[in-house]
């Protein structure tokens, strides 16, 4: 987004209109995934309530048998102090991962004052990471 502005700087606003409109229609329906609260930064007490929240993507719980992963469904993770795993991973199920595959939103958890990073991923049915679907922001528990 940001290379994409900076290189309409000097365009004719004609094209900037042309191109900015084309950004627009191609976000409408892209999925993504975000934290509703903490907010990025945030300083907060322990013990931390998260609130998940996605966008073009349903959420929903694993089924108990999967055969194929189901297209344009998935399910939160957290885990605190972690980069986003790369697209097409199979997310651990151990620490520091933790997997909301019955399909919650929300999560609460203790501690222990100081700066943290919190990375929320969504993966598919197998737990698969996905394009485009994980955020990562900082927080400081007071
Ligand atoms: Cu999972």
Known sequence: ?????????????????????????????????????????ATVSSPVAMEFM??????????????????????????IDTECLPVGEAIPRADPWVHFGDGSETYETLLPAGQYMLTLQIGDDEHRTQEGLCTTISITVE
């Open 1 to 41: 987004m940001r290379t994409v502005e900076n290189g309409l700087q000097g365009w004719t606003g004609v094209l900037a209109v042309v191109l900015a409109s084309g950004l627009v229609a191609c976000g409408g329906g892209t999925p993504s995934v975000s934290f509703v609260t903490p907010a990025d930064g």
């Open 54 to 79: 996605a966008s073009n993507l349903n959420i929903s719980p694993v089924p108990e048998e999967v055969e194929t992963p189901r297209e344009g469904i998935g399910h939160h993770h957290v885990a």
